[in-house]
């Protein structure tokens, strides 16, 4: 592993992913830059579980998304056991030869090599606050993976973690900025058409949402789109 080489490609994998228009599009890049960064890595993906089940967030390569839906149906894989993990427990795994018996996860091993999976390894994607799930690398010949790719793979998922909490905050804030707009004009047409004060037409809103059990957001769309299309 020529780590000058890797430590330059990392620092132009950050530009990257700060330019990176939305969530999906910053895991969608941490995917196939694991692939194109990492020795040997012929696949990638991201998989979290979230209520008990697989959900592949992003990859690269046609094996990832029949590797996590095999984890999930099976409920046990390598991925999979380390998505559920804890930041302060173990967060890395390595496969060096899915070949051989894997007494951890027989029947997902013996489905694996189906797929022509030779080798793994996979990190925890995460920061001090928040868990994203796991960054999973393939390769489809055993021993691809040595401890120093693996290292790599660490290195680049808690780089990307960092980058992808930012995306999100960034997708957070323009939804509540957007949301936001929304009921400011919906509140608006209310208070033109009907005469109401600010905190009237805000109370309507919030009514309808409790009780409709509707997000307050789709109800002032509603009312945009319907008062949008009538006649002054």
């Known amino acids: 592993m020529e780590w000058q080489k890797f430590a330059e490609e990392m620092a132009l994998l950050a530009r990257t992913l700060l330019k990176q228009d939305s969530v999906q599009q910053t895991l969608d890049e941490i995917a196939a830059s ?7 890595c012929d696949a990638a993906g991201i998989l979290a579980v979230r209520k008990g089940r697989a959900v592949t967030l992003s990859s690269c390569g046609d094996m990832v998304e029949e590797s996590d839906r095999l984890q999930g149906e099976l409920g046990e894989g390598p991925c999979f056991d380390l998505a559920r993990r804890r930041a302060d427990e173990e967060r890395v795994f390595r496969i060096t030869d899915m070949t051989r018996p894997q007494p951890d996860w027989p029947r997902y091993a013996e489905a694996a090599r189906g797929l022509g999976i030779g080798s793994m390894t996979g990190v925890l994607l ?107």
Do not use: C
Request: no cysteine; charged share 25%.
């Open 126 to 232: 995460y920061t001090h606050e928040e868990d994203f799930g796991a960054l999973n690398l393939y390769a489809r010949r055993p021993g691809a993976f040595t401890e120093d790719i693996a290292t790599a793979g660490w290195l680049l998922a808690s780089h990307a973690a960092v980058a992808l909490a930012d995306a999100r905050t960034i997708d957070q804030l323009e939804h509540a900025l957007e949301t936001r707009h929304a009921i400011g004009e919906a509140m608006g047409m209310l208070m033109e058409r009907h005469g109401m004060s600010d905190e009237d037409a805000f109370s309507v809103l919030r009514n309808i949402s409790q009780h409709h059990n509707i997000k307050l957001r789709d109800v002032a769309q509603q009312i945009r789109d319907k008062h949008g299309d009538s006649p002054a």
């Open 34 to 40: 694991a692939v194109k960064l990492v020795d040997g």
